[in-house]
């Protein structure tokens, strides 16, 4: 067997609520748990504005013969768990979705994207 020990990226492996998810590509997490913005006068940087923003955790998703993309659109308070190459766990819970999915047919692919304010990297 390989030695894995290099291995950073390019795997992420995602459960939805149990459910085993295609993940086709364009992973992406977002743990944090505010937005700072620098404010400005004409006369010199005053110092920054912080407000709270949502954890994320994104992805394209496969359309295989099992998946129910109107279930994927109903989705609220799941947690969704995810894998990566690099052995982090992402774990995001009390999770919704929050756009329209949209099958591109090509491929069999369609974007989710998961909100809440509990996303943690372990």
């Not at 969704?80 to 069999?108: C, F, H, P, R, Y």
């Not at 974007?111 to 943690?120: A, H, M, Q, W």
């Amino acid at each position: 067997m390989g030695d894995t020990s290099n291995r950073i990226a390019g795997t992420a492996n995602v459960v939805v609520d149990g459910l085993t998810i295609m993940v086709a590509g364009k992973f992406k997490y977002r743990p944090s748990k505010v937005k700072r913005e620098t404010l400005t006068g004409m006369d010199r940087v005053h110092g920054y504005k912080e407000t709270p923003i949502s954890g994320l955790i994104s992805m394209d998703v496969r359309d295989s013969g099992g998946t129910s993309v109107t279930d994927f659109n109903d989705m609220t308070n799941v947690t969704v768990t995810a894998t990566l190459a690099n052995g982090k766990i992402i774990i995001g819970s009390g999770m919704w979705t929050t756009d329209a999915q949209e099958v591109e047919s090509e491929d069999a692919v369609f974007s989710v994207t998961f909100e809440s304010d509990d996303v943690s990297e372990n």
